[in-house]
């Protein structure tokens, strides 16, 4: 059967570009979200994300007829639940607006539909959502109960996309398809294949789940190398940066970047659902969400340790020295300051320092709720004519087009050997 009417659960910042390339093809959509600012917002043709090339799509979409947004769901031929799955308590996953959104859309569910799981999730979360969809709707099937000839298809598609290349990479990734059955894949690769130039590859549910958790997993344990080598280096005098930079010459050696810690809203937190349900295997996959969330406080110590040296040498008091914090964003050249180690550093500093705290942020207007108390937002320009202590958080272009001559300081703590 083809899919004339798409609903997309969830209009973040994967679930309205994944809408938006739908529509694009002229699928009629509806975007359903608790949130009604962003329901209205959305249905005046606009955006409440930042995501480079959405709002010209959603825009294109809305005016054409084939995107609106509802806070209510409504009957599809398919539908795709791209909701959060934050973790809780002890960095277990939180399936909480899964579940929401599976009760959400069971009331309006018809004989023929396929629903697609896109979330990040732990491993068997897809047939726990059938198992949700089936309780609610006795009178259809399920693949658990019926396999191929289920009146309801489910399928596990997890995205993979960059932030920042989000519409780019929709079209372009290849996509892991983990149907409940062979028909449940089959349904759900035709739908991706509206839009997508990359390869649609099939799994099971439980493979796929695991697959999405393992790339940032591998990335995680990759950058927690790098940052572990960094610690090591400080120790031993040895500039990681040249040393990185050496070690992959050799032609099967390819190291990440350390920096002041990883942040995200997917690296930092998608490892921890391996970890949750494998707590006696996953020990690599722990301990690098471990090296990783140390960094930031070692970033500190050593903002703290450059302070007391600036102190020594100037013979200043605390209060007089001027600390300059470039960077808040979590990756470069972005403006999403959520889950940032930059942010916590500059905040860390800012709480505890007794003198002045500048930020540099060229990608915002205004310092967050938190900050604005106890920094001041200022240019590159003026923190390197102020600043005692300048403490790189982020390489933003801005950063590393700043010319050596222009850095007097010899108090520098630099988390990405922009300025080394
Ligand atoms: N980072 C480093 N060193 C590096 C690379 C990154 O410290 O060498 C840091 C960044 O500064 C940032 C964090 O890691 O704080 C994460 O940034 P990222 O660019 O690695 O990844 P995200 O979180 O923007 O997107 C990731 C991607 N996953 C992979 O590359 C395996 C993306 O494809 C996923 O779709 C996304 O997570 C997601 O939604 O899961």
Redo the contacts with the bound molecule.
Sequence with gaps: MSFTTISVIGLG??GLPTAAAFASRHKQVVGIDINSHAVDTINRGEIHIVEPELSSVVKAAVDGGYLRASTTPVTADAYLIAVPTPFKGEHEPDMTYVEAAAKSIAPVLTRGALVILES?SPVGATEQMADWLAAARPDLTFPQQAGEAADVNIAYCP??????QVMV?LIKNDRVIGGMTSVCSARASNLYKIFLEGECVVTNSRTAEMC?LT??S??DV??AF??ELSLICAEQGINVWELIRLANRHPRVNI????P????????V?PWFIVAQNPQQARLIRTAREVNDYKPHWVLNQVKASIADCLTASGKRASEIKIACFGLA???NIDDLRE??AMEIAGDIAQWHSGQTLVVEPNIHQLPAALRSHASLVTTADALAQADVLVLL?DHNEFKAVESSQITQRYIVDTKGVWR
């Design positions: 910042y994967i990040t995205e993979r996309v960059l932030p920042g990479e999405k790339e940032n591998f990335r990759n950058i790098a940052n990440l970047q350390p920096g810690g990883v942040g995200g809203h997917c690296i930092a998608d979590f990756k470069p940032s180690p982020v």
